[in-house]
Structures are given as C-alpha cells and as structure tokens.
C-alpha cells in the first residue's frame, strides 16, 4: 500500500508543476472535444491554478502515511473530473484512470476509520 500511495502522491505532484511550469507539451493529437473544454477550463483564470495546488497538496499528503486520509480527500474531487473527463470525453486514457481511481479508492477505504467522525 505504501508503494502505490508513494507513485500515486508523485503523479499528483507531477500534475500540479506542469499545470504551473508547462514542461509536459500537450500532445497534438488531442480530440476536439478536450480541446474544447480545457479552452473552456482555461477562461476562467484561477481553476487551474486551483487544481494545480489541489494536486500539489494532496500529493504530498498521500506520500505520508500520517496525512494519506486527508489527502484522498482533498484530490477527490480533482479526480471525480478526472474520472468524468475519461468516461465522456476522451475514452482512450479511460483504464489508466480506472486504475488510478482503483489506487484512490484503496487509500480511502483502508482510511475509513478516520472518516467516521466526519459522518457522526
């Protein structure tokens, strides 16, 4: 478990600098569709900048064991658009992301104790 939180907190963090210092080039053979809506996502000036830190934070929280619950938290809504993006818009990618969220959703229930105080 501690292996896979460790490579899915550093693909966060990977997503959140590349939001922020551009070093991976958008591949050019993306779907119009995606095209169209990371421009739509682009308009509004502070989203991305948002999920960059959602990712950056959460990231760093999942390495931790001590901050892994709070973490998955704090990426799950970033990877519910994830998840969405892949399953309506651009299916190529879709099992990478099925896996991903086969990662999120393994941290969140072996966390589960933690969270009960949340439902009470």
């Known amino acids: 478990m501690n292996i896979l939180s460790i490579v899915f907190g550093l693909l966060l963090l990977n997503g959140g600098l590349a939001k922020f210092f551009q070093y991976m080039p958008a591949p050019t053979n993306l ?43 704090v990426v799950f809504p970033v990877m519910v658009g994830v998840l969405l993006i892949h399953m309506f818009v651009d299916t190529s990618n879709l099992p990478i992301a099925l896996v991903i969220w086969a990662i999120l959703l393994w941290i969140l229930f072996d966390n589960r104790e933690k969270y009960l105080g949340l439902l009470k």
Not at 32 to 58: F, R, S, T, Y
């Open 31 to 73: 779907p119009a569709e995606v095209v169209k809506d990371n421009a739509a996502l682009m308009e509004i000036a502070w989203l991305m900048p948002l999920i960059a830190v959602a990712e950056l934070i959460g990231g760093l929280l999942i390495i931790y064991p001590r901050t892994r619950a709070l973490g998955a938290l």
